[in-house]
């Protein structure tokens, strides 16, 4: 079993920057993050592998940056140029193969409005 703690989150301005953090309890090959806004599906945000292999929705690319900290079990989620659209629960995920998604954070709110 891996425990998974998110922290960060909250509200920002359009144009603004958040950051998001996710501990694991141990080391796990695959960790990302997901967001779900109300009344759509949970989509993929980013992901990275322990080797540094990441993914990105296109919805993100070039605006958010995934990182990882393997001696930390940590991973982060920088986030740039927020849009309102981005607003949405965060989750953290974590799989012990690429794609996989065997645990899951308990979510924490971003909210991007002026």
């Known amino acids: 079993q891996v425990q998974l703690v998110e922290s960060g989150g909250g509200l920002a301005q359009p144009g603004g920057s958040l950051i998001l953090s996710c501990a694991a309890s141990?080391?796990?090959?695959?960790m990302g993050w997901y967001r779900q806004a109300p009344g759509k599906q949970r989509e993929l945000v980013a992901t990275i592998t322990s080797g540094g292999n990441t993914n990105y929705a296109d919805s993100v690319k070039g605006r958010f940056t995934i990182s990882r900290h393997n001696a930390k079990n940590t991973v982060y989620l920088q986030m740039n140029s927020l849009k309102p659209e981005d607003t949405a629960v965060y989750y953290c995920?974590?799989?012990?193969?690429?794609?996989?998604?065997?645990?899951w954070g308990q979510g924490t709110q971003v909210t991007v409005s002026s």
């Open positions: 141990r080391n796990i090959f695959s």
């Open positions: 995920s974590a799989g012990m193969s690429w794609g996989t998604n065997d645990y």
